[in-house]
């Protein structure tokens, strides 16, 4: 009797240990998967981002080249996004000035 008196708080600490070791395990895994997911969100959005600012800059060149009279400055169009509204609009632009300087010329 005495024997399972003194084992027996032993066999509970050892199973408390045990629990507080999955518990452990579990909020670490719970981190690694937050931090994953978390790394994956900061690479799709500085993907897109990236890709963003490089649109953004083509068509700020366009328009600089075409605001000097440069009406051969190539403009990107076709994607059907906000974009590519403003692209089509700057090419328009670029188009009906090149012909306005043309009858201007004439």
């Not at 600490?13 to 895994?29: I, L, N, P, S, Y």
């Not at 981002?49 to 600089?64: F, I, K, P, S, T």
């Amino acid at each position: 009797m005495l024997g399972i008196v003194l084992v027996f708080p032993l066999l509970v600490m050892a199973g408390a240990g045990f629990v507080f070791w999955q518990q452990q395990e579990a909020q670490v895994t719970g981190a690694l998967i937050l931090g994953g997911a978390f790394l994956a969100a900061l690479i799709v959005v500085l993907v897109f981002g990236l890709r963003l600012a490089e649109r953004v800059r083509a068509l700020a060149d366009a328009a600089a080249r075409i605001s000097t009279g440069d009406f051969t400055a190539e403009v990107e169009t076709g994607s059907g996004d906000e974009l590519g509204i403003l692209a089509e609009s700057l090419a328009r632009l670029r188009e009906n000035l090149r012909l306005a300087r043309e009858r201007m010329n004439r």
